[in-house]
Structure formats: structure tokens, C-alpha cells
């Protein structure tokens, strides 16, 4: 089956440090790819759709200059907290999407990110 | 605003009995509804998914129930085991477009 790979699994950083999230389809084209951030004990909220090639689509009340996404590839999305602080710490996962096929949406492993 | 929602945090359940999720949603417009399964640390996995036109839908001890009318959805689980102990999450999709989630439930398998 479709396989998600998202590296790295855990990062620890410091404030006003940025980090890169990876987020790679490995058996398959992404044409659209979604970032969730999830907070203990609630749900995967969608902080942003990506398309190869074009500019991310961020949901409501997320700071697209603090959450930078690249999808510069049908295989690669990238995640880049800017300036981190401890309230962006939390688990951050990617889902890649074959295309308009209900199901066909498979997610990553997850990161972790405490920033310190 | 929370279109999907779960009310229930967590569920018990003895091990070969069935274990029953439920999920309700406001939006009419979603057309597909999706039972993922998520342990700590990892990201979701699929488990079981149903189109608004169908009211069921089984794969092996999983089964999907849509009441429409009632804008609810519930996963049973039979008989449950040890191994499905995890957080599981519903979804629902409109025209294939973002999954929107609600806030899970942690279903505990008892020995």
C-alpha cells in the first residue's frame, strides 16, 4: 500500500530556532498534501493544504509566515516552523493524497517538536 | 466550530465483547465518512470507510453504520482484542476535499 514517510520522528529545538519537518510520498505522486498539528488529548486540526507547485492554502487563525510549507515536488512537502516558542511545541503529522479518491489519504508517522 | 464530533473521550471494553464508537456531524454536505486508528506517537491508519449513499459497510470485524437522518456514524468492533486498544478517530469529507476530524475516542481493550 501507499507509504508516508515524515522525518524527523522527534526534534527538540530552542526558541527563535526554525525547524524543517519532512513530509515524502514514497510509493506514489502526491498531488495534494495536508499538514495537522495535533494537542494532547485532542484532535488532528488542518493547519494547511499543499499543492506541487503552487502556494500552501492555510486554514483560518494559522500564521502562514511562522508555518512556512514547500511542496516543490509530487513526492516532497516541507514543513518549516520559523521562530520557534514552547506553544508551537506539539505533534505535527502530514498526509499525502493520491487524488479525489475517498480513502486514498495516507498519513506520516508523525513529528514530535518541543521547543525549549 | 466543530463539525465532527465525538463526545465520548474514552470506552472500556472486555476483551471478545463488542465495542461500539460513535461519531455525529452538523455538515449535510459531507458524502464520505472514515474510521482511522491511532496509537501515541505514530500517525493514523486507515481502518474502515463509508460513502453517504450506504448505510453499511463490514470488513472483517469491522463494521461502519451511517443514519443519515440522524447525521451519526458508529464504528463496531467484534470481537474486540487487546490489539485494538488505541485512539480512534472519525472523519468526513466533502466533494474529496480536507478530512475534517473529531476529537477521538481512546478505546481500552480489558483482558
Known amino acids: 500500500g501507499a507509504v508516508v514517510s515524515q522525518h524527523p520522528s522527534r526534534v527538540i529545538c530552542k526558541s527563535g530556532t526554525s525547524v524543517k519537518i519532512e513530509c515524502r510520498s514514497l510509493?506514489?505522486?502526491?498531488?495534494?498534501m495536508f499538514w495537522y498539528r495535533q494537542f494532547p488529548k485532542q484532535s488532528l486540526m488542518l493547519m494547511a493544504t499543499?499543492?506541487?507547485?503552487?502556494?500552501?492554502?492555510?486554514e483560518q487563525g494559522v500564521e502562514k509566515d511562522k508555518f512556512l510549507i514547500n511542496h516543490a515536488s509530487l513526492t516532497l512537502s516541507t514543513l518549516t516552523v520559523t521562530s520557534a516558542h514552547p506553544e508551537d511545541s506539539s505533534f505535527y503529522i502530514c498526509?499525502?493524497?493520491?487524488?479525489?479518491?475517498?480513502?486514498?489519504?495516507?498519513f506520516g508517522s508523525g513529528t514530535r517538536l518541543t521547543v525549549v | 466550530d466543530q463539525q465532527v464530533k465525538q463526545n465520548s473521550p474514552s470506552l472500556s471494553v472486555q476483551e471478545g465483547r463488542i465495542s461500539i464508537l460513535n461519531c455525529d456531524y452538523t455538515?449535510?454536505?459531507?458524502?464520505?465518512f472514515l474510521w482511522y486508528k491511532k496509537y501515541p506517537a505514530e500517525g493514523p491508519t486507515f481502518l474502515i470507510s463509508?460513502?453517504?449513499?450506504?448505510d453499511k459497510n463490514e470488513d472483517g470485524r469491522f463494521t461502519v453504520f451511517l443514519n443519515k437522518s440522524a447525521k451519526h456514524l458508529s464504528l463496531h468492533i467484534v470481537p474486540s482484542q487487546p490489539g485494538d486498544s488505541a485512539v480512534y478517530f472519525c472523519?468526513?469529507?466533502?466533494?474529496?476535499?480536507?478530512?475534517?476530524f473529531g476529537q477521538g475516542t481512546r478505546l481500552t481493550i480489558n483482558p
Open positions: 510509493d506514489f505522486q502526491a498531488t495534494t
Open positions: 499543499s499543492n506541487e507547485g503552487s502556494k500552501a492554502t492555510y
Open positions: 463509508i460513502s453517504s449513499i450506504k
Open positions: 472523519a468526513a469529507l466533502q466533494r474529496a476535499q480536507k478530512l475534517v
Open positions: 455538515n449535510s454536505m459531507f458524502d464520505y
Open positions: 498526509s499525502a493524497s493520491e487524488g479525489a479518491r475517498s480513502g486514498g489519504y495516507t
